[in-house]
C-alpha cells in the first residue's frame, strides 16, 4: 500500500500543468487505486467495494450458507423431489427463472442452470431452450427502447481489459451477419465479464442487429454451456442419492462416485478450454481491429501536404501558383478564398488575350 502511494504522489509530481483527469488515467495505468489518484477505479473492487457490492457479497455469502445447511438436513433433497414430482410444471418453473435471469436485472443464469439440471436431469434441456431465446430477445427489447444511455454510462465504467473486447460490437467487424454471429459467440462462450442479462441489455444498447439474430446468435452460443451445467447438476443429484444410500454396496457406491467425479472434472474442463478459446479468439479480433485503423492514420500523417503560399498562412490548391505578400500575417479562411477567387480570375484574363492575339 506504501508502494502505491508513493507512486501516486509521484504521478502527481510529475503531473505539471495537467488536468486531474489525465493524473487519474496515469496513476491508474501505473496500479494505483488510492482515493487521492484514482477514486474510479475503486468500483471496480481495487480498494474499498462500494455498497452494492457490499450487498452482493452479502447475499452470495447467505445463499451459498443457505445451501449448505439444507443439504445437510436433507431438506434440499425433499424439496428437488417436490419439484420433481410436478413433471412438466418444474420445467415451466425454470422457463420463467430463465427469463427472470434474462432481464437487466436478472441475475443468477449458471445458478439456474445447475439447479435445474439437479431437480430435471436431462429435461433441463427442454426448459433451457425455450428459456433462453425468450430471456435474449426480452433483455435486447427492453435494453433498446428504455436504457441505451444507462448500459452506454456502465459500458464506460468498465476497466479497459474489460471493456475493449465488449467494444467489438459497436465496430466495423461487427457490422456484417457472420462478424455479429462471430463476436457474439465469442463474448457469450466465456468473453464477457457480464452476467447474462447484462450482456443482453448491452447488445441491445450498443448494436441495431435484429431481434432475431440477436436471439439466434445467443441461442447458438450457449448451447455447450446447457450441457455443461446441466450435466454437472446431473451428476450432482446423482451423487446425492448414493450418498442417501439408494446404491446396492459399498463397492458399487464407490465406483459411481467416481464414475460422476470423472464426469464433473470432464465437463469443467470442457467449459475451461471453451472459455480459454473465446478469450484468445477476442484478444486477436481487437488486435486485428487495432492494425486496420493504424494504417489509415499512417497514411494520414504522411499524406502530402499543399504548398504554402508564400507569406501568408493559407496553402495554395493550383499547382506550380504562389501568392506573393509583403505582410506576414496569417490570413483568415475567407481571405485565402479571395486569393484563389483571384487567381483564378487572373488566369482566365490571361487565357482570353492570348486567344485573341
Not at 493559407?314 to 501558383?321: A, I
Not at 483568415?332 to 482566365?348: I, R
Request: glycine residues 10%; aromatic residues 8%.
Amino acid at each position: 500500500m506504501k508502494q502505491r502511494e508513493k507512486m501516486a504522489e509521484r504521478a502527481h509530481e510529475q503531473s505539471g500543468g495537467r488536468g486531474d483527469a489525465d493524473v487519474q488515467a496515469e496513476a491508474c495505468e501505473a496500479g494505483c487505486c488510492t482515493r487521492q489518484c484514482c477514486a474510479g477505479c475503486r468500483q471496480h473492487f481495487c480498494r474499498r467495494p462500494t455498497l452494492k457490492q457490499l450487498i452482493a457479497g452479502l447475499l452470495f455469502a447467505l445463499a451459498f450458507v443457505t445451501i449448505i445447511i439444507l443439504s445437510s438436513t436433507g431438506d434440499l433433497r425433499r424439496l428437488c423431489d417436490e419439484l420433481d414430482a410436478l413433471g412438466w410444471g418444474a420445467v415451466a418453473i425454470f422457463v420463467f427463472l430463465f427469463i427472470f435471469s434474462g432481464l437487466p436485472f436478472g441475475y443468477g443464469y449458471t445458478i439456474i442452470l445447475v439447479s435445474a439440471g439437479y431437480v430435471c436431469g436431462w429435461r433441463a434441456l427442454i426448459a433451457a431452450e425455450i428459456g433462453q431465446p425468450s430471456a435474449v430477445a426480452i433483455g435486447v427489447l427492453t435494453s433498446r427502447r428504455c436504457l441505451r444511455m444507462s448500459v452506454q454510462a456502465k459500458l464506460d465504467s468498465l476497466p479497459e481489459a474489460w471493456s475493449r473486447p465488449l467494444r467489438l460490437l459497436s465496430t466495423d467487424l461487427s457490422r456484417s451477419v457472420k462478424g455479429f454471429i462471430l463476436i457474439d459467440v465469442l463474448l457469450r462462450s466465456g468473453g464477457s465479464p457480464l452476467p447474462f442479462g447484462m450482456y443482453n441489455c448491452l447488445v441491445g444498447s450498443v448494436t441495431s442487429v435484429p431481434i432475431y439474430l440477436a436471439t439466434f446468435s445467443g441461442f447458438l452460443a450457449s448451447q455447450p454451456g446447457f450441457f455443461i451445467h446441466i450435466s454437472i447438476g446431473h451428476a450432482l443429484a446423482e451423487s446425492m442419492q448414493q450418498s442417501n444410500g439408494t446404491s446396492t454396496g459399498d463397492e458399487d457406491s464407490g465406483g459411481g462416485f467416481a464414475r460422476i467425479a470423472l464426469q464433473i472434472a470432464i465437463t469443467l474442463a470442457a467449459g475451461m478450454v471453451v472459455g480459454w478459446w473465446a478469450r484468445r479468439r477476442l484478444r486477436a479480433l481487437v488486435q486485428q481491429h487495432a492494425g486496420t485503423r493504424s494504417p489509415t492514420a499512417k497514411q494520414a500523417s504522411v499524406a502530402p501536404a499543399a504548398e504554402p503560399l508564400e507569406g501568408s498562412g493559407c496553402q495554395s490548391t493550383s499547382p506550380g501558383r504562389t501568392i506573393s505578400s509583403s505582410s506576414q500575417s496569417s490570413e483568415t479562411p475567407v481571405e485565402c478564398a479571395n486569393l484563389e477567387g483571384d487567381m483564378a480570375v487572373q488566369d482566365l484574363m490571361d487565357l482570353t488575350n492570348a486567344n485573341a492575339a
